[in-house]
C-alpha cells in the first residue's frame, strides 16, 4: 500500500480521537528513527550531540530549539552523495539562518531560496549565488532585481505576469538569467490540502492539463534576454515513496516532448522538487536518500527512454528530509491539570508561537520527558502551550509518567523543519533561541528575542 500521508493523521490507520495509541513499553526509551542520531540518555538525562538538556536549559533558557549539527551535516552529505549525478539543493523555508547556510555550503548543497528575506540570509552567509534558485509565487519587482543584481543560478517562473516582469527587468540590466517553468502536473498527492501543491486548483505554477505550461515555454522562447533550461515540478510534502513523482515524471515528460516536437530543443535540467517525509511518530519510515534517488532515476530514465528524450540533469530539494529530525525543542512543564476520566493537560512554556504545525496542520509529534528518567505508570497527555486558543496544542497524545511535575523538561522530537520558521510573537511571546550541539559543545546560532525586540517596532514606544 502506498505510504503518503500528511503531517497530520494517516488517513487509513488513524484512530478517533478518544482512542489514542496505547503507551509504549518504555516511556523513557528514545526511538532512534526519529530522534536525532546525538541523542541518548546518560544516567537517565537527555543529551543532544553530547551536552546535557538540563545544561541547555540553564545556560540558554526554555522553549529551545535544540539542532544536532552533525545530524544535519550528515543528511545533507548523504542526499549529495545519492544524488553525486544531480544536484541537491536544501529548501530554505523548512528553517534557514546563517549558520545553516554556510553547513550546507560546506556539504556542498545548493539553496532555494522563496522570498527577499532568505535570499538576504543566504547572501550573508556568503553562499555562492550560483548554487541559489529563487522560488514564489509572487515574487515583487524588487526581489526579482535583486536575484537579478546577485547573479542567482536559477529562477523559476510560477505566472505569465512574472515571466514579462522578469523578462523586462533582465533587457534593462543587460543580462540573461537562466529560468526554469513551474508545472502543475495534476497529482495528487494525499497528503493535507495546503501541503498538497500538484493539483490544478491551487495557486502554484502553470497547468499542464490547461496548455498553460507550453504557453509559458512559448513566451520564454520569445523573450531571448531569458534562458530557458528546464521545468519544474513540485508535488506536495510529507511524501514517503516515488508513485506520485513517477505519475509526474510522465507527464513531465509528455511536456518535454512537445516542447521538443513544437520548438525543436530539449531541455536539459528537470527538478522534481522535494517533499520527502521524516519519521514523527512511531511507524513512519522516512525513505533512505539512496533509494529515493535510486527510484527517481530509474523513473525518469524509463520515461526518456519511451519518449526518445536525452536524460535531463535532474535537480531534488530536500528541505524538511535534512533539518526535520536533528531537531528537537525543550520546554519546561509550567502546570499538570488532570481532568477526571479523559486525561492530563501538561503546560509548557511555549506552544503555537514556536510550533503552528499542530494548530494547521494537525501535525503529529511525540516526546518525552527529558531531564530524568521515570518508572511511574504512564499517564494519557495532552502537550499544550501558554497561549489563549484552545487549539494551542504542542502533541494531541501522548503518554508521560504519572509524576511528571512542574519544573520538568520535555522534549518533543522531529521539529527542526517549519517550527522556527512558522514562529510567532502571538501574545507577544519572543521567539526562542536556537542553539547547535556537536562534540559535546554548544552555541548559539539563532538569539532568543528579548522584550526590547517585540517593542523596536512600536513608533510610539517613548525612548
Known sequence: MSRVHPAGPRHADVLPEEHPMPPAEDLNALDPLIWPRGAKRDEGVMAIGGVDVRDLAREYG?????????DVRARAREYAAAFHDGDVH??????LCTALARWLNEEGLGLDVCSGGELAVALAAGFPTERITMHGSNKSVGELERALDVGVGRIVLDSFQEIARLGYLAQEKGVRPKVMIRVTTGVEAHTHEFIATAHDDQKF???RSSGAALEAVRRVLELKQLELVGLHSHIGSQIFDTDGFEVAAHRLAQLLVAIRDEHG?????????????IAYV??????????????LRSIVTQECKVYGLAMPRLTVEPGRAIVGPGGVTLYEVGTVKDVEGLRAYVSVDGGMSDNLRTALYSAEYTGVLASRTSDADPMLSRLVGKHCESGDIVVRDLWFPEDLAAGDLVAVAATGAYCRSMASNYNYVPKPAVVAVRDGASRVIVRRETDDDLLRLDAEVEA
Open 62 to 70: 526554555t522553549p529551545l530549539f535544540v539542532y544536532d549539527e552533525e
Open 90 to 95: 536544501y529548501a530554505g523555508k523548512a528553517f
Open 205 to 207: 505554477g502553470f497547468s
Open 265 to 277: 530543443i530539449e531541455l536539459p535540467e528537470l527538478d522534481l522538487g522535494g517533499g520527502y517525509g
Open 282 to 295: 512511531p511507524g513512519d519510515e522516512a525513505p533512505d536518500p539512496k533509494d529515493l534517488a535510486d527510484g
